[in-house]
């Protein structure tokens, strides 16, 4: 352990073990994981994931074999909750406010722990879902965690308190000396929200890891190579690798579990890291049951997902507006789509808006195609359909429009895109070959079968589907057949 400190601290590290009975959620050590879904995960992930997601699994979890056994562990408080009395506030104890699962907070605690300050900052663990009130009241206004309250003061932020933790108090450095070395810590701190939320999106999208999260792993990989004195960011163990590695563990055990994909694969840097990682006991005493993980962030995710499902279930649709209608106002703030609801161009957009969960970031305004608004034309001179008003302008162009709403808006990834650019065609094909020619575009094409089987499980996709007997109706008067 003292090994991988740098010489800069006057102090080696006290012992980082406490006699101690162990943790309610103690640390796995054998190598692989059993992960059984529960009923209930099991009927929120028919949601997106059901095919991954319906059978056990193992989850491969080198980063939990590798972390050495030990009969001693630092006797942990149990997390306060809104039944809790405060401590005694700004008593000149130094206390850290975590929540165990947060890996936020994580951070913070492993660069108390890796720094040998068991004895002068303690933990205090608050219960997230049932937080005290006086938390945010008393403690930490922004009502997050971590924070650290020290000589009077509460101060937030993880990176921010790693650094703090490094620069206050004793124990070995977290940062080395050499300058190449600490202007890449840098630009790997400013990395770490991208990665985060590259990874978390893959996580909740549906299908395959995203190229997103694939290439921010992928830029880990490189990353890890940079300084060949070791198995770490920058060589030794640092602050950066504290940044990243609540994530990393996180991400091994959801990729694995929600995606089947394993983040190691292909990248043995990143697979030294977590098993040297696993060996440093500052951290793996910070680590929490993988299958508790799993399970707290399926219940997030699931509650995302049916939270848009309601909203789209509950979505009451505009009526169309006729050439009579008058013009919504045009810049006021709002972010308009101007659409159709029969337009299959016009549908590719506003898939993309209900996929992403957008339905009360975007309004929808459905236009009657047969007897279209004159005001239209002032709103979006080429006069066609769709056209996305957002941030003082107009966005025409639906393969356009989708790739738009998917960089400029929050929610699951888009890209790659090409299944909304052919679904209104290939489902309205469908129909109309079968409707009009009598011809079934899926005979003999199980491929297109299954896309169209698929495709009508897509809630953001039903919810834009029109009545085939009108869509038939509707085509055969505009070709005059
Ligand atoms: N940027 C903050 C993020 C901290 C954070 O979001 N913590 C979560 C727990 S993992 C939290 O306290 N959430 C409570 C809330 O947002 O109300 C940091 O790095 O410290």
Redesign the pocket.
Do not use: D, R
């Given at each position: 352990m003292n090994s991988l400190a740098f010489p800069r601290g006057r102090c080696s590290p006290s012992p980082l073990t406490r006699p101690s009975t162990s943790r309610s959620s103690p640390v796995p050590s054998s190598r692989t994981i059993k992960i059984r879904p529960s009923s209930r995960s099991v009927a929120r992930c028919n949601l997106r994931d059901a095919k991954n997601l319906s059978r056990s699994r193992t989850v491969a979890m080198a980063a939990a074999a590798a972390a050495p056994a030990s009969s001693e562990k630092e006797v942990l408080p149990p997390s306060l909750t809104s039944s809790s009395e405060p401590p005694p506030l700004f008593d000149g104890t130094t206390r850290l406010y975590v929540?165990y699962h947060?890996?936020?907070?994580q951070r913070a605690w492993i660069a108390r722990n890796y720094k040998g300050l068991q004895d002068k900052i303690k933990i205090v663990a608050i219960d997230?879902a049932d937080r005290p009130a006086w938390y945010k009241e008393k403690v930490y206004p922004e009502?997050?965690?971590?924070s650290l309250e020290h000589n009077n003061q509460v101060k937030?932020?993880?990176?921010d308190l790693v650094k703090y933790i490094d620069t206050n108090f004793e124990g070995p450095a977290l940062l080395p000396d050499d300058s190449e070395k600490q202007q890449f810590a840098e630009e790997l701190l400013a990395y770490t929200d991208a990665f985060n939320k590259a990874s978390y999106s893959s996580i909740v999208a549906k299908g395959d890891v995203s190229d997103e999260a694939v290439a921010a792993l992928d830029k880990i990989e490189a990353a890890l190579a940079k300084f060949n004195d070791g198995p770490f960011f920058l060589g030794q163990f640092s602050l950066v690798d504290i940044a990243y590695v609540p994530f990393i563990e996180r991400f091994q055990i959801f990729f694995s579990a929600i995606k089947n994909y394993d983040i190691t694969k292909g990248r043995p840097n990143l697979q030294k890291f977590i098993e040297e990682v696993n060996k440093i006991h500052a951290y793996t005493e910070t680590k929490q049951d993988p299958q508790f993980l799993l399970e707290h962030t399926k219940k997030r995710l699931g509650t995302m997902l049916m939270e848009q499902t309601i909203l789209l279930a509950m979505e009451v649709l505009p009526p169309t507006m006729p050439s009579a209608s008058k013009q919504p106002p045009l810049y006021d703030g709002e972010t308009r789509l101007y659409m159709s609801y029969i337009c299959p161009y016009a549908q590719r957009a506003w898939i993309a808006r209900n996929y992403k969960g957008l339905q009360e970031k975007i309004k929808l305004v459905p236009m009657d195609t047969n007897d279209r608004p004159a005001w239209y034309k002032e709103v979006y001179p080429k006069n066609t359909l769709p056209s996305l008003e957002h941030n003082n302008k107009i966005i025409g162009e639906s393969l356009d429009l989708i790739k738009y709403i998917d960089i400029n808006f929050a929610g699951p990834k888009l890209t790659p895109d090409v299944d909304i650019a052919y679904a209104p065609f290939i489902d309205g094909f469908q129909t109309l070959f079968a409707g009009i020619k009598n011809y079934d575009i899926t005979e003999g094409r199980a491929n297109i079968q299954i896309f169209i089987k698929e495709l009508n499980r897509i809630d953001a996709y039903m919810h834009t589907k029109q009545d085939p007997s009108e869509v038939i109706a509707l085509t055969k008067k505009k070709l005059g057949i």
């Open positions: 929540a947060c890996p936020y907070a997230l009502n997050k965690v971590p937030g932020e993880s990176l």
